[in-house]
Each structure stands twice: as structure tokens, then as C-alpha cells.
């Protein structure tokens, strides 16, 4: 029982070294705090920090701030409907409770997403893809995180890209997504749209990637993902240099501290994802 007890305690030790080298140095070695290089101010979820995530109020909030890029989720509704929300279900930013995919558009509508963030934001409703579209209108570019696809919502690779096309949006609309069916379905649809890969990290040493799964990495395999976003935490040199060298942007999300935040951008990084897009505007 002791050996087995040593050796797990062993693997549970080796695992946890392994992490640490995946781990960006930002967090153990300090970095000039100069930007030697231009970089992309990218606000979360319209403005999270600001108003109630992924409503109009918040994508409104960021626009007044003028970032580079303005970040949305997208779910689909029972009726096909694509609406803002970053989770599958109504219970943590609205009133309602049960999956998106349950409930008919009308009665989306009826619901409260915004209280939950402050009483000054009551009866702030559920926006679809297109109102917010119209609202931004080209004053930036809009990335639209994609959650589930097509076999969890069907069609919505397409309802979207039909909106995008209907307000000739190609040029300042952005598709990213943890999922690289999504995307490749996407491309397979529309090959003018940008698109950029989600993931949480790469495994030191190995041709892995951390995204909605494990999966292989190969980069040329996919050339037409434009831009990798890396979870600022496992943003390490390796990686970065890795995309950079592959003519790529790199970004990563979700950073709301100054101070790493500019560290990663001497390192190369080139878009801060941040709730806040005040961030770095000094």
C-alpha cells in the first residue's frame, strides 16, 4: 500500500512540474513594462466589467472606450434565433432558468439580463446577433466566440454566417471558437471570414493543444486561422514564438491585471482580452 501511496504521490508531483513549465513566465521573472510594438485592445463580452455581460448596455459601454475589437458569445434559441449569451442556460445572468435551446426567442425576450449585475440595469433584455451587428456597424471589429456547434445547435454556423453576409459585415467580423469544426465549418461557408482558434495552452514538449478537448497541433494543417487567443496563464515563450514564427497573431484572454497584461505584450503578445477596456489605455 506505502509503494502505491509513493507512486502516485510521484506522478501527482511529476504532473504537477509539467504544468508549471507550460506556465507563462510572467508570474516567476520579471519583464520590461515598455510596449516595443503596437497591440489590440479586445473588450470581454462586450464590456463585463462595465454593464452586464454580452447586452447591449455592455457592447454599448465598450464602443464608448474605442478598443481595437469588441468580443461577444453567441448561443441559438429553439426557434434558430442566435442570441448573446455566454452560457448554455438562462440561470446565471437572467431571470430564467433551464437551456437556451429550450425556449422559443419571444420568450427569451421576456426575461431580465441584467439585474443580476446591478438594479440599474433592470429589465435589460437578451440581444440577438443581428441587433448587435447593426449597432456596431464597422466602428470596430467584432469577434463572435461561437460556444456550441452544429451538433448541439443545428445549423448555427450558418444562421450566423447568413447574418454576417446579409449586412456585408466580412471585413470587421471575426469568428473564434474552442471547437475546430466550427471553424472549418465556417471557412467551408464563408472563406472571407476572419477566423481565430480558442484554446487554454500547449503541453511542454508534445504536438498537444488544451482547447474544448485534447487534440494535435498543427498549424499548417489549418492555414486559414488567422490568430491563436491562449489563456494568458500558459502564454510562454515557447508558444508565442511558436505562432509568431508561423506569421500568426497571438492574443490571450481573459486578463484584467495592467501589469501582466503589458509583460505579455513584451513577450510578443499581440491582443489583450480583457473585461475592462480601460485596461491599458494609459
Not at 446565471?92 to 422559443?104: C, P, Q, S, V
Not at 448587435?132 to 444562421?159: A, S
Not at 500568426?248 to 491585471?257: A, G, Q, R, S, T
Request: glycine share 4%.
Amino acid at each position: 500500500m506505502k509503494k502505491l501511496v509513493k507512486i502516485i504521490g510521484s506522478i501527482m508531483v511529476i504532473g504537477v512540474v509539467y504544468v508549471c513549465l507550460s506556465i507563462s513566465p510572467i508570474f516567476f521573472q520579471d519583464f520590461s513594462s515598455e510596449t516595443t510594438h503596437d497591440f489590440l485592445i479586445i473588450s470581454h463580452r462586450g464590456a463585463a466589467q462595465l454593464a452586464p455581460e454580452n447586452t447591449i448596455s455592455s457592447v454599448k459601454a465598450a464602443l464608448k472606450q474605442q478598443p481595437d475589437r469588441i468580443e461577444i458569445d453567441v448561443q441559438q434559441t429553439k426557434d434558430s434565433v442566435v442570441v448573446l449569451m455566454h452560457d448554455t442556460t438562462l440561470d446565471r445572468t437572467t431571470n430564467g432558468t433551464g437551456l437556451i435551446k429550450e425556449n422559443t426567442f419571444s420568450a427569451l425576450s421576456k426575461l431580465d439580463a441584467g439585474s443580476w449585475f446591478s438594479s440599474d440595469f433592470s429589465n435589460e433584455r437578451i440581444p440577438t446577433l443581428e441587433a448587435i451587428i447593426k449597432l456596431i456597424d464597422g466602428q470596430c471589429q467584432l469577434i463572435i466566440e461561437i460556444k456550441k456547434g452544429d451538433d448541439y445547435y443545428p445549423n448555427i454556423e450558418k444562421n450566423i454566417v447568413n447574418i454576417i453576409t446579409k449586412h456585408q459585415a466580412e471585413s470587421w467580423v471575426i469568428i473564434h471558437s474552442f471547437d475546430s469544426k466550427v471553424l472549418e465549418r465556417v471557412h467551408q461557408l464563408n472563406p472571407n471570414i476572419a477566423l481565430h482558434k480558442l484554446l487554454v495552452g500547449k503541453l511542454k514538449f508534445m504536438p498537444f493543444i488544451i482547447s474544448n478537448q485534447f487534440e494535435s497541433f498543427h498549424i499548417d494543417k489549418r492555414p486559414y486561422i488567422k490568430a491563436y487567443s491562449i489563456n494568458y496563464a500558459f502564454a510562454n515563450r515557447d508558444i508565442i514564438n511558436l505562432l509568431k514564427s508561423k506569421g500568426k497573431e497571438v492574443n490571450v484572454w481573459n486578463l484584467n491585471d495592467a501589469g501582466y497584461a503589458k509583460e505579455l505584450i513584451s513577450l510578443g503578445v499581440d491582443g489583450i482580452i480583457t473585461d475592462n477596456p480601460n485596461l491599458l489605455k494609459n
